[in-house]
């Protein structure tokens, strides 16, 4: 009998009691798999083929390999991806899957459909450690990041998901969002192995603009960035000042607006081509969205080509914050848009199923316990101590 080996979901590396799982080998590293074995190196592109875009969980269906290959295949490497525990279908089409990762914790990653483009919002971390004020997933804390396997694996299970047996897979993921749970930046390479293979011919054939990283702001990690990908850019604002942004988004003490937009403006000019960043801005009733913030955020941004989305704050238990009126968003954006740029509001989507931006939490726990867990750590914080 075979000696039985687990599949190593998360380490890309090989040990002696450990299979390798080709499911989070970026296209290279693929390639440098296939040679180890004596391989030949095309079939990294006919193994990411069977995975990625015929979504195979076993070596047995890949009928161009030869069975001794594929044999000596099976004895080091496994094919494994996330455990789907949830998944629940929105009224307006989104789809939400909460997926089990090894160690227990769960995340989520959510499906929006909109004309002709579907979008996936992918996480990259369990929680996240940059704790800003009016986001679930900071409240819930830092548990750890997500590997290649595990982020890629959410594209997997999706793409998946939408498959017809018997019938050739339609093309339903047709953009991917880095905007779930987690700081992509603080998990820098797994998050740009799993966007190589988001890209990737063999894999999953999203053009560059159809990735979008979104980041608070880890001012070196976007210029890291700006040497290893061209993704696009999505920024996470939300102030248009320190003095607010270090209040919502603590980690503008260490990188300050100024910075973050130079390093933005270094971004853009590494781009092959001409693009534009997406300004993400959380609007939260009379916290940011008078007209005197307007103007104060037209005037940040007049040196930086970009577009502003704006969010409507979604709504979460204890979070102390308010979605502002209607007629408070469209006055903020009708001002943007006097000042020449172009602006966007997010609709709410999926919020039936608790699948909106921030609402994210990535627990299993029953709504009535996730409540009383997050006024209790919003206890804790306004006490000033440190939740465990
Ligand atoms: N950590 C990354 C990506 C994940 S958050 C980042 O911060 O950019 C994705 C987007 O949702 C961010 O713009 C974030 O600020 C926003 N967001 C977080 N909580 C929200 C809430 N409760 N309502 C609306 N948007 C929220
Ligand atoms: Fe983390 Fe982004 Fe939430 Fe801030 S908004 S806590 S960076 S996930």
């Known amino acids: 009998m075979p000696p039985s080996f687990s599949c190593n979901v998360g380490d890309t590396m090989t040990n002696p009691s450990q299979k390798m799982n080709l499911l989070g080998l970026s296209p290279e590293k693929m390639k440098d798999f296939f040679v180890s074995l004596g ?213 503008n003490r260490k990188y300050p607006i100024k910075e973050l937009i130079a390093a933005c403006q270094n971004y853009l000019s590494n781009l092959p081509d001409k693009r534009k960043i997406t300004i993400e801005y959380t609007m939260m009733e009379d916290v940011n969205d008078s007209l005197e913030q307007a103007k104060e955020l037209a005037d940040v941004l007049r040196e930086l080509p970009c577009k502003i989305n704006l969010i409507p704050f979604n709504p979460f238990p204890a979070s102390g914050y308010k979605r502002p009126s209607n007629n408070r968003v469209y006055r903020f954006r009708d001002f943007l848009t006097e000042q020449g740029y172009v602006v966007t509001i997010r609709s709410t989507r999926g919020d039936d199923i608790d699948a909106a931006c921030g609402q994210l939490v990535g627990n299993v726990e029953d709504k009535t316990r996730r409540n009383e867990r997050y006024i209790k750590l919003r206890e804790i914080h306004e006490q000033g101590a440190n939740p465990t």
């Open 39 to 251: 391989e030949k190196p095309f079939r990294a592109q006919q193994m990411l083929k069977w995975i990625h875009q015929t979504g195979a969980e076993d070596f047995d269906v890949m009928t161009n390999i030869s069975k001794a290959s594929r044999d000596k295949i099976r004895e080091v490497a496994c094919i494994e991806y996330p455990e789907v525990i949830y998944q629940s279908d929105s009224k307006d089409g989104t789809r939400k899957w909460v997926m089990k990762m090894h160690g227990g914790s769960a995340i989520e990653t959510v499906y929006i459909p909109e004309g002709d483009r579907g979008t996936l919002c992918v996480s990259s971390q369990i929680g996240c450690s940059l704790d800003c004020s009016f986001c679930s997933t900071g409240k819930q804390g830092f548990n750890r990041d997500l590997t290649v396997a595990e982020i890629i694996g959410q594209v997997f299970v999706a793409a998946k998901s939408f498959d017809v047996p018997g019938e050739k897979r339609e093309r339903k993921i047709t953009n991917v969002v880095m905007m779930g749970m987690g700081e992509p930046l603080m998990n820098f390479d797994n998050v740009v192995d799993a966007m190589a293979l988001m890209m990737d011919d063999n894999a999953y054939c999203l053009s560059k603009r159809r990735v979008t990283l979104s980041t608070s702001g880890v001012v070196p990690a976007l210029y890291e960035l700006a040497k290893v990908t061209d993704v696009s850019l999505a920024i996470s604002l939300h102030a248009p000042n320190d003095t607010l942004r270090n209040e919502l988004v603590p980690i």
